[in-house]
DNA sequence: TAGGCCATCTGGTCCT
DNA sequence: AGGACCAGATGGCCTA
């Protein structure tokens, strides 16, 4: 938006039916107030569409919230640790994923080896991957770590 | 009272 | 030209 080409003095006047631009021709006062009013229009509009856009971003913000884990937080986190958070939950489900498949996998052969080989440590072996499972969702796997800049 | 967090305004830049 | 997005500035509110 480029400004309207007037002298300091006339603009200091205060005498809108005096106002001349730089290039010498008459300048209607209606042509500055009109532009003045247009760009504070402009302006206004923008800084509504501003505050609904960055009410948007909170609308998401509190949805994420909503879903990540908040283990003993009684105050709601702020838009970085939710981040924060976000990131460490989608890490250790993908992890939990990983381990899961994994073990799916493993689990055959385990069944195929106790069956043939030693038992005993078998028997102790899956004992304990079935104690891991009960409680895939230990808060420790999604504690909040802020790194430091 | 200082520091953290947030909302809002504003000007600049990019895209359609 | 106008809208979306972004970053800097500013002021208010809250808490330790």
Redesign the pocket.
């Known amino acids: 938006m480029k400004p309207c080409k007037l002298s300091s003095s006339n603009m200091d006047s205060g005498l809108e039916a005096d106002l001349q631009c730089r290039s010498g021709t008459v300048c209607v006062a209606k042509c500055s107030s009109d532009r003045l009013e247009s760009t504070a229009k ?10 609904r ?4 971003l ?1 609308t998401a913000f509190d949805r994420l919230r909503k879903v990540v884990p908040q283990w003993g937080q009684d ?7 939710t981040l924060q958070m976000a990131l460490s939950y989608i890490m250790a489900l993908t992890r939990i994923l990983a381990e899961a498949e994994r073990y799916s996998a493993e689990k055959d052969w385990i069944s195929f080896h106790c069956e043939h080989f030693h038992q005993e440590s078998c028997h102790a072996y899956m004992g304990q991957k079935v104690a891991a499972e009960a409680d895939p969702y230990e808060p420790r796997l999604f504690s909040f770590h802020p790194d430091h800049y």
Request: glycine share 4%; proline share 0%.
């Open positions: 402009r302006r206004l509009a923008a800084n509504a569409r501003e505050r856009r960055m009410q948007g909170n105050k709601k986190l702020s838009k970085y640790e």
